[in-house]
């Protein structure tokens, strides 16, 4: 029925503790215990047939009894449930890896959500995320990334932590003033999970380091604060093929979205060129609202997990803007440049043949942003076409 019919639904009702032991490839994690609350997310569709397994056919003979009683018109249940189907020989199999009774318990919600589930966890626990800075969007995205159970997270930062730093950097705290913003990160994440390792960049990262410093992670997360680092973060991430997950903020206003290599466009695609400084001031000459970098922060936390998992729908292609004064979300559409020197066709090609093309070099100091939103250059319009305004309005004609 399986191989015959692709609309099938498989639901394995079985416990988390079960499962981890085998289950059938394709199939859904619900447990009988949680039915009536997630099935809807394995089987939106309530006239889809309906496949329930448990170990032996009982629990789920009454499973689907409480499906039909929900409004599922096709539902069945698997006769001899698992162990026939390991008995005739059939395909099933085992998660990545097994999870401690510890694990289990620390993430408990996590296996009961069917789309992440112990397989999804283990494959977390397995990841490496490097954040680009431990300041207002590196602190938040930590703390949950951590929380999450992504096993490596590596922080680059080269500061120390002040007292202006603690009315948003929320990773840092006042009896570390002086400290090492990366030993302060390493010291929070660990107290909130053990289970993470902290990998320490005690350095600014720039075009001489940036290849070694991102190599071997999965996903990064840029919480910089230059445009200069933020174009040499680009430019490796996309020789390296990772994926970023970018934010900026100003005041009241901040930006998302995430640039996965040649899926959509990257950083130079959205800003050829920096904007002069009086456009775009830094946290300490315009100021920002503390809870901004805050929400910022944990929606790139959001991007990397879906990133790691698999899972959704990214920001690739699409920018967010956020207005917390009027409490609004506006989305953008971003093109990808197809003359971009470093993310177009003809730019892929040159690098791969070991001629990679000339981009734009600043020639001098860095130009500070402190996170500010910037005028981009072209790509991303509203739906009427305007370009967008440092404070994410469509700017006046003329």
Not at 91 to 96: G, I, S, V
Not at 140 to 150: E, K, T
Not at 352 to 363: D, H, I, N
Request: with cysteine.
């Amino acid at each position: 029925m399986l191989r015959r019919r692709g609309d099938v639904v498989l639901v394995d009702v079985r416990e988390p503790a079960e499962r981890d032991l085998g289950y059938i490839p394709g199939s859904a994690a619900v447990s009988r215990s949680h039915l009536e609350w997630d099935i809807e997310a394995a089987a939106p569709d309530r006239a889809a047939p309906v496949v329930l397994y448990c170990a032996g056919g009982f629990r789920s003979l009454f499973a689907g009894q409480e499906l039909t009683r929900l409004g599922y018109t096709d539902v069945a249940s698997m006769s001899g449930g698992f162990t026939a189907w390991k008995s005739q020989g059939l395909e099933w199999t085992k998660p990545a890896a097994g999870l401690s009774a510890e694990q289990q318990l620390r993430y408990s919600r996590h296996l009961l959500i069917p789309e992440v589930g112990s397989a999804g966890q283990a494959r977390l626990l397995g990841s490496r995320v490097v954040l680009v800075g431990a300041g207002g969007l590196g602190s938040p995205a930590a703390l949950y990334l951590a929380a999450a159970g992504v096993g490596t997270i590596g922080v680059v930062d080269f500061d120390v932590v002040e007292l202006s730093n603690l009315q948003r950097q929320v990773i840092h705290t006042s009896d570390r003033l002086g400290q090492k913003k990366v030993e302060s990160a390493r010291r929070t994440i660990n107290a909130l999970n053990p289970d993470v390792t902290v990998v320490a960049h005690e350095e600014m990262l720039v075009a001489d380091n940036a290849d070694r410093i991102i190599a071997g992670y999965d996903a990064i997360l840029d919480g910089t604060d230059t445009f200069e680092t933020r174009y040499v973060l680009n430019d490796a991430a996309v020789a390296a093929g990772i994926p970023v997950v970018h934010a900026s903020v100003f005041r009241f206003e901040g930006q998302l979205t995430t640039f996965v290599p040649y899926e959509g466009p990257c950083y130079r695609c959205l800003y050829p060129a920096p904007p002069p400084p009086e456009l775009a001031p830094g946290c300490s000459v315009a100021g920002v609202l503390g809870v901004v970098p805050g929400i910022m922060g944990l929606l790139q936390a959001n991007e990397i997990l879906k990133l790691l998992l698999g899972m959704g729908n990214t920001l690739a292609g699409r920018l967010l803007l956020f207005d917390a004064l009027e409490t609004e979300f506006t989305e953008l559409r971003l093109r990808r440049d197809p003359a971009c020197p470093v993310c177009s066709d003809a730019a892929r090609a040159a690098r791969e043949a070991g001629t990679p093309l000339a981009v734009p070099s600043f020639g001098g100091a860095p130009v500070m942003l402190g996170g500010a939103p910037v005028t981009p250059g072209g790509a991303p319009v509203t739906p009427g076409g305007a370009p967008v305004t440092p404070g994410g309005a469509p700017a006046s004609p003329g």
